[in-house]
C-alpha cells in the first residue's frame, strides 16, 4: 500500500500516475507530526515531482513544485524547476521572478542558470529560445529537463530534426532505447538518405540486441559514407559478437584505413589478437590504442563543445567491447 508523503493532503487528490512516487506507508509509519517538518515535506513534494518531470509529465509537476513551496517557499530547487516549467510554457515574467529567487538561495542552480540568460537576453523567437534551453541542459548533463524544451520546440515546429535527434540522443542516454528507436526511425524518415542517423539507430539496436537490423542499416551507411571508421567499427563489432573473428578483425582494420588513428578499432584488434595468442602484435595494437584514447579524451571536450554551439547533438557513440563469456575469462586465466 502507499501513502501520500505528507499526512495532510488526501491520496485521492492525486493523479494515478503520481502516485507510484509516494513513499511506501511502513516508511512513515513512526512519523508523528512533529518529525513532519514543513521542510522535510517540501523536498519530498519536489522529489516527487522531479520524477514526473523525468516522465514528461509536466503538469503534473507543476502542481507538485507548487505545493512543495507551500512548505517551504525557499527551497531553490522547486523555485528553478517550476521556473523552468513556466517558461517552458511561456510565462516569462513568473519564470523570471521564480528563477531570480532561486539563484538567491543557490548561486549555482542549474535552471537559473540556463533559463536566466534566456530571458534577460532572448533570441528572436521562443521556439529558438526553448532549443537553446535544451542544448544548454545538456551541457549540464540534465536530460529529463532537456528532453521537455526538446519535445515542445518538436510539438511547435514538426519539421525541427534537430530537435527529433535531440530526443532521440536523450532518450538513449537516459537507457530508454524503445523509445531512441522510435525516435530515430522516425527521424529516418523524414531524412531517408542520412547516414548519421542510420549510424545512429544502429547503435541503440546494437544496445538491444537487435544485431541482424543494426548490421543491414550500418552496411547501407557505409555505401553512403565508406569513409566514417565509427561505421566499420560496429560491423566488426557485430561480427566479433557473433564469432567471426576473422571478419571482424579485417573490418577493424577497414576502419583503420578510414583512420589510422581511430583507437576503438586498435583496441579491438588487439583484443582479437589476444584471443588468438598473438600477444607481441597484440601489445602493439594495445599501447597504440591507449596513447591515442589519451589524447582524444582531451580534444573531444573541445569537439562536444563545437558540435552543441552548431546544434549538432548526434553522439557517434562507438560500441568497442562486446560482452565476454565467462569461459572466455577463465581461459585467459588460465593462460596467465
Known amino acids: 500500500m502507499w501513502l501520500r508523503s505528507h ?136 536530460f529529463p529537463r532537456a528532453y521537455i524544451f526538446f519535445r515542445e520546440v518538436w510539438r511547435r515546429e514538426p519539421g525541427e530534426n534537430r530537435a527529433l535527434s535531440a530526443m532521440a540522443f536523450i532518450s538513449r542516454e537516459m537507457g530508454r532505447l524503445d523509445r531512441s528507436a522510435e525516435e530515430y526511425r522516425e527521424l529516418l524518415k523524414l531524412s531517408p538518405g542520412s547516414w548519421d542517423v542510420m549510424f545512429d539507430l544502429s547503435v541503440v539496436l546494437i544496445k538491444m540486441g537487435n544485431f541482424e537490423e543494426a548490421e543491414e542499416l550500418l552496411l547501407n551507411a557505409v555505401k553512403m559514407a565508406p569513409s566514417v571508421p565509427q561505421i566499420w567499427n560496429n560491423l566488426g563489432f557485430i561480427k566479433e559478437v557473433r564469432g567471426d573473428l576473422k571478419e571482424a578483425k579485417r573490418l577493424y582494420k577497414r576502419a583503420l584505413e578510414a583512420d589510422e588513428n581511430y583507437y576503438p578499432s586498435l583496441y579491438s584488434i588487439g583484443r582479437i589478437l589476444q584471443k588468438e595468442g598473438k600477444m607481441e602484435e597484440a601489445m602493439k595494437y594495445l599501447e597504440r590504442g591507449l596513447e591515442l584514447k589519451s589524447i582524444f579524451e582531451i580534444e573531444d571536450v573541445e569537439g562536444a563543445e563545437r558540435r552543441r554551439a552548431e546544434g549538432g547533438l548526434h553522439a557517434k557513440e562507438v560500441v568497442t567491447r562486446p560482452p565476454e563469456k565467462k569461459d572466455d575469462d577463465e581461459k585467459r586465466r588460465r593462460k596467465q
Open 7 to 142: 499526512p495532510d493532503t488526501p491520496t485521492e487528490e492525486r493523479s494515478e500516475r503520481s502516485k507510484k512516487y509516494f513513499y511506501p506507508l511502513e516508511d512513515c509509519d513512526n512519523m508523528d507530526e512533529e518529525e513532519y517538518s514543513r521542510e522535510l515535506k517540501a523536498v519530498h513534494l519536489a522529489q516527487e515531482a522531479l520524477a514526473l518531470m523525468d516522465e514528461g509529465d509536466e503538469m503534473g509537476a507543476i502542481e507538485l513544485f507548487e505545493r512543495s513551496l507551500q512548505y517551504d517557499d525557499e527551497l531553490d530547487e522547486s523555485l528553478g524547476a517550476l521556473g523552468a516549467l513556466r517558461f517552458l510554457k511561456g510565462e516569462l515574467g513568473e519564470a523570471k521572478e521564480l528563477l531570480l529567487r532561486a539563484r538567491s538561495m543557490n548561486g549555482g542552480n542549474v535552471d537559473a542558470l540556463v533559463i536566466l540568460p534566456l530571458i534577460e537576453s532572448p533570441p528572436a523567437d521562443h521556439t529558438s529560445a526553448l532549443m537553446n534551453a535544451g542544448i544548454g541542459y545538456i551541457d549540464f548533463m540534465q
